[in-house]
T-cell receptor, first 115, second 113 residues
């Protein structure tokens, strides 16, 4: 069965610092999808990125960047020049082909960005 | 663009009462998923429907049932509510043919007193 680990339960940084959120996954499938979702204090789940297992290119979107390393089964998320509005819980998720029970969230990392 | 709509946003019930949560997926999405997120927990998969048929089942208690209707909206029915059912309930939808991301609704916060 697949599993997602986010070892950092809580992280606090000061505004403008860079921060990396770690995500390590386990799966026996060769085809899978990795996701990051943001959950701000308002509670909704905001989609950030989806990456399939065949695409190891790192991606940058504004202040966000993702580092996918199949060799270490990691899909880390970096926020550059963090802002207070980045404060949220961030979930890494893994899906083996079909969704449903096969869409598994990690335990989440609570990021607090202090002014 | 239209998103996944859930109603109500907040619901307060007492123990042993029943509750019905509704979910309206994004137009043309054929698959609906229900997740339960307890306080400080990650979302846990409950059940999913594809083309109005149950497609997968997770950790959904027997006291809960769900269905997807002909217009693709879904309802989660919860009976004999317990204090432990207090959680944020998310609905998500996707279009199975493109295997794209799950789009989540804003959730229904259920409080059982």
């Amino acid at each position: 069965a697949q599993k997602v680990t986010q070892a950092q339960t809580e992280i606090s940084v000061v505004e403008k610092e860079d921060v990396t959120l770690d995500c390590v996954y386990e799966t026996r499938d060769t085809t899978y999808y990795l996701f990051w979702y943001k959950q701000p204090p308002s509670g909704e789940l905001v989609f950030l990125i989806r990456r399939n297992s065949f695409d190891e290119q790192n991606e940058i979107s504004g202040r966000y960047s993702w580092n996918f390393q199949k060799s270490t089964s990691s899909f880390n998320f970096t926020i550059t020049a963090s802002q207070v509005v980045d404060s949220a819980v961030y979930f890494c998720a893994l899906s083996e082909a079909n969704y449903g029970q096969n869409f598994v969230f990690g335990p989440g990392t609570r990021l607090s960005v202090l002014p | 663009a239209a998103g996944v709509i859930q109603s109500p946003r907040h619901l307060i019930k007492e123990k042993r009462e029943t509750a019905t949560l509704k979910c309206y997926p994004i137009p043309r999405h054929d698959t609906v998923y229900w997740y339960q997120q307890g306080p400080g927990q990650d979302p846990q998969f409950l059940i999913s429907f594809y083309e109005k048929m149950q497609s997968d089942k997770g950790s959904i208690p027997d006291r809960f049932s769900a269905q997807q209707f002909s217009d693709y909206h879904s309802e989660l029915n919860m009976s004999s509510l317990e204090l432990g059912d207090s959680a944020l309930y998310f609905c998500a939808s996707s279009f199975s043919a493109t295997n794209e991301k799950l789009f989540f609704g804003s959730g229904t916060q259920l409080s059982v007193l």
